[in-house]
């Protein structure tokens, strides 16, 4: 009885890192077996979801494989977090990105600048990032990746104003009675 009492004490208080979470086909035979709601938050709730986003906004292929298996499993929260991390890795491999997601997912959960969710203190921080982007997916040069290459760069030039207008400081008030 007491051996399950602090079993539940640990599932409870949360995990460290989960240890398939750092291999990515460890993690692809863990959603296969299990699905990847469960899988989801499993993760989520431990140490190794913040991980597992930095490697798929590093953009590897095989991480990013392991994007579009969990999206399968993401509630609101969690697909809004994936899709930032699978956003970043259009900077180092947008063909990948482009490959692995464009005909699984709106083109505009990807393509995107981060002004808000990226957490950007600068106009130019966030310009910066969706310049680099956009720099990454021109590099995209296959034939049958043309539409949504094209799709996407529209996506991220189009949020270049949008950007601006949350960064621009207020109008000054007219302090004149």
Not at 1 to 17: D, I, N, Q
Request: with cysteine; proline share 5%.
């Amino acid at each position: 009885m007491r051996k399950s009492g602090l079993w539940l004490l640990f599932v409870t208080l949360g995990a460290g890192p989960v240890a398939w979470a750092d291999r990515p086909a460890a993690l692809l035979a863990e959603i296969g077996a299990r699905g990847a709601a469960p899988v989801v938050h499993e993760l989520y709730d431990s140490e190794s979801w913040s991980t597992v986003m930095k490697r798929i906004a590093a953009g590897q292929r095989d991480w990013l494989l392991v994007a579009a298996a969990l999206r399968k499993g993401t509630d609101a929260a969690t697909t809004e977090e994936l899709d930032l991390a699978v956003s970043g890795a259009l900077i180092s491999n947008a063909r990948d990105v482009l490959d692995v997601f464009l005909d699984q997912v709106p083109a505009h959960d990807i393509c995107y600048g981060t002004a808000e969710a990226g957490g950007h203190e600068t106009l130019d921080s966030a310009l910066a990032e969706l310049h680099a982007k956009i720099a990454g997916v021109k590099k995209v040069n296959e034939a049958r990746l043309a539409k949504s290459k094209a799709e996407c760069l529209k996506l991220l030039r189009e949020d270049e104003p949008g950007l601006r207008e949350i960064y621009q400081p207020p109008p000054a008030q007219n302090s004149t009675p």
